[in-house]
Structures are given as C-alpha cells and as structure tokens.
C-alpha cells in the first residue's frame, strides 16, 4: 500500500465550478502538507502548504486537513481554463524532514 | 526570478551508456533533489543533498549516484542506463523543505 493515495482522475468540469481534489495517507506521523500544481511540460510549483490539522485560504483555492481521518483536500472555486493542469498532494514528518512524500496526482482540465 | 535550470529537455540513450543530468539553481539554496516521475507513482525521490559534498540517499537511489562539488550545481549519474530508467526527471532546490522549487524535467528515454 502507497503511503499517499490520490485518485489520478482525470477530473474535467466546466468552467465556473467548484473543483474538489483529496489525498488519504496511511502514516500519522505526517505534519506539513502541501498541494502542488504542474502545468503540462512545467515542473511543479508550491500552491498551498498547511501545518497539521485545519483550513488555508489563499484567493481561489482553500486546502483542508482532517488527521483524524488521514484525510487532505483541496478546493478550487470558480474554477477557469488555466487552473487545467496536474495537481499533486504532498507531505512531511516535519520541518528537518527532507523526504516529502508525493501523491501520484490528479489531471484536472477546466472547460471553456 | 527563481531559476532552476535542467541542462536537457529531452535526452535518448542507449542500454549501457553513462548518462549526467546537469541541474543549477540561481537562489543560493543549501538543498538540492533529484526525483523522477513516471505516470501513477508520482514523484519518488532519488537522491537529495543538504550543502556542498554532501549526500543522503531516497527511496529509489539504486543505479543512480549524484556530484555536488558547489553549492549551485547538482548532478545526477546514471553509472550504467538501463531501459527502466526511462523517465521524467525532476531537479528541485530549497530553503525550506516544504517549498521545493522545481525545474522544467528531463524526459529521458533509454532504448
């Protein structure tokens, strides 16, 4: 069993809706979690970061993290075609912790 | 702008041949990863290192083995390529290790 699951979709939704992706993980140890996006041919790039339990905010995009269930998310609201892209869950131990642990992604394309 | 610069954007090798893959960072970060991705697996870390000729092996470090003579410049070898070795690599820097800082990736195919 991987130590992150993420559901590799593809996830395609019309322009304007609310897109919802979610990552369960196995080792309670995990603190720092963080959801990247990767446009097509791009590395990925930092989108979100959250330390333990609870809600972060930034524009658009809102992630959550429930330990008790070993359970992440993100939320994309009034989605748009240059949201279209992978996005990737990823995690910690902690802050001296060099081995992030990586979802396997989820393609997402945003319809016009 | 933060630049981390993978010296090849695609590459194709033949079974047996030693492979660099040269990567740079322009923000003075101490820490520097390899990873590869391949679809379904995500990305899985190969080697990182934490300051200048130092080294600390991922999850997947069998025949791979990485140089990091400054601070600026890490590369990674594969010693002898192999067929499952074609991948997307990945180069990453950071300060802080939840922000890694991606570059574009080497798509690499062994034939």
């Not at chain 1, 963080?34 to 333990?52: A, F, I, N, V």
């Not at chain 2, 990945?90 to 939840?98: D, F, P």
């Amino acid at each position: 069993q991987k130590e992150v699951e993420q559901d590799p979709g593809p996830l395609s939704v019309p322009e304007g809706a609310i897109v919802s992706l979610n990552c369960t993980y196995s080792n309670s140890a995990f603190q720092y979690f963080m959801w990247y996006r990767q446009y097509s041919r791009k590395g990925p790039e930092l989108l979100m970061y959250t330390y333990s339990s609870g809600n972060k905010e930034d524009g658009r995009f809102t992630a959550q993290v429930d330990k008790s269930s070993k359970y992440i998310s993100l939320f994309i609201r009034d989605s748009q075609p240059s949201d279209s892209a992978t996005y990737l869950c990823a995690m910690s131990r902690g802050s001296n912790d060099y081995k992030l642990s990586f979802g396997a992604g989820t393609t997402v394309t945003v319809r016009a | 702008d933060v630049k981390v610069t993978q010296s090849s954007r695609y590459l194709v090798k033949r079974t047996g041949e030693k492979v660099f893959l040269e990567c740079v960072q322009d923000m003075d970060h101490e820490n520097m990863f390899w990873y590869r991705q391949d679809p379904g697996l995500g990305l899985r870390l190969i080697y990182f290192s934490y300051d200048v000729k130092m080294k600390e092996k991922g999850d997947i470090p069998e025949g791979y083995s990485v140089s990091r003579e400054k601070k600026e410049r890490f590369s990674l070898i594969l010693e002898s390529a192999s067929t499952n070795q074609t991948s997307m690599y990945l180069c990453a820097s950071s300060v802080r290790n939840e922000k890694l800082f991606f570059g574009s990736g080497t798509q690499l195919s062994v034939l």
